[in-house]
């Protein structure tokens, strides 16, 4: 089996403050976490920014410069971007940051989906800000868009143009085939990074069977050209990430993609997620990758060629 890559999703722009204290908000503690992370074992990092005012989604490139230049001098980490942001945000505000700084890496949601957060929001008896309860409450109407045009356009500007890799974020089977088009377009060019996401309200479920046939379908379009990670929201994070582990594929935690270390039990940090799952997934046998050896293996342009 090839090195296994651990991918880190620092703070994401799901989860609100009031859900737990240990989210990162600020530059310095997105950037603080980042690191320790890092240290932890994470060979990429996947980044999104927040206002560090209220902890709201943000897409300002200034936000992301309070962390990005900082993470880069103290960690060899590959630093990648989210093209995502939020579902309230328009293309144009997703795109703003990632244009600006060139990285290594961007995620890429292969479609259109429903994005259903507001069960979460009848888990909390006390909000610390005034945007959150709304946010959440909200989403039982809210599209994150990304059409086949959204998606040509980010391949265009952030892989042709800027030579960025892309986490391709799978949501459902359906989302494997629309990245078949593109790589019969001649838009993509393996090897593909194909993260499995699971458990989100609007995709596919956090279910042993679905990973399976997810897999299978992964081998039938894309064959030897693509590896694969699993990211699981909630509770079925670590025994998703571990049946990744235990097939072959690379794994992502985070706070990002669950508030917890165990049942009931906040994460104290994203390091602490790191170093779990490290733990797991070297008892089976698997060796960690650097971040040198997850940029081979991805066919990155490397560190020195982005612009912050």
């Not at 990162?24 to 690191?35: C, F």
């Not at 909000?127 to 809210?142: M, Q, R």
């Not at 629309?178 to 989100?200: E, N, S, T």
């Amino acid at each position: 089996m090839d090195k296994i890559i651990i991918t880190c999703a620092v703070t994401g722009s799901i989860h609100t403050p009031s859900m737990s204290p240990h989210l990162p908000v600020t530059a310095d503690e997105i950037a603080e976490q980042s690191v320790d992370a890092a240290e932890a074992g994470a060979s990429i990092l996947h980044l999104h920014a927040r206002d560090p005012q209220d902890g709201r989604p943000s897409a300002s490139p200034d936000h992301f410069m309070g962390f990005l230049p900082r993470i880069k001098q103290r960690t060899d980490a590959v630093i990648n971007l989210t093209t995502g942001g939020s579902a309230l945000m328009s293309l144009e505000e997703r795109l703003a940051a990632p244009l600006q700084t060139e990285p290594e890496m961007c995620s890429l949601n292969m479609g259109t989906m429903n994005f259903a957060l507001y069960p979460a929001a009848e888990r909390i008896s006390e909000w610390k800000h005034d945007w959150e309860k709304p946010f959440l409450e909200n989403s039982d109407e809210l599209i994150f868009r990304n059409t086949p045009r959204d998606v040509a356009h980010v391949l265009t500007e952030m892989g042709e143009k800027r030579g960025a890799r892309f986490e391709f974020e799978c949501y459902d089977v359906g989302h494997l085939y629309m990245l078949r088009h593109f790589a019969d377009r001649g838009m993509v060019k393996a090897p593909f990074f194909i993260q499995f996401v699971f458990g989100v309200l609007g995709g596919i479920g956090a279910d042993p069977d679905n990973l399976i046939h997810m897999k299978r379908m992964a081998d039938k379009l894309f064959g030897d050209d693509y590896r694969f990670s699993v990211l699981a929201a909630g509770r079925q994070q670590m025994p998703m990430a571990t049946i990744a582990a235990a097939m072959g594929g690379h794994v992502r935690v985070g706070l990002e993609d669950s508030l917890m270390i165990e049942r009931g039990v906040l994460a104290k940090s994203n390091a602490e997620q790191v170093a779990k799952i490290r733990g797991i997934v070297e008892g089976l046998g698997r060796t960690v990758a650097s971040p040198a050896e997850a940029r081979q293996m991805l066919g990155l342009k490397g560190a020195d060629r982005t612009a912050f």
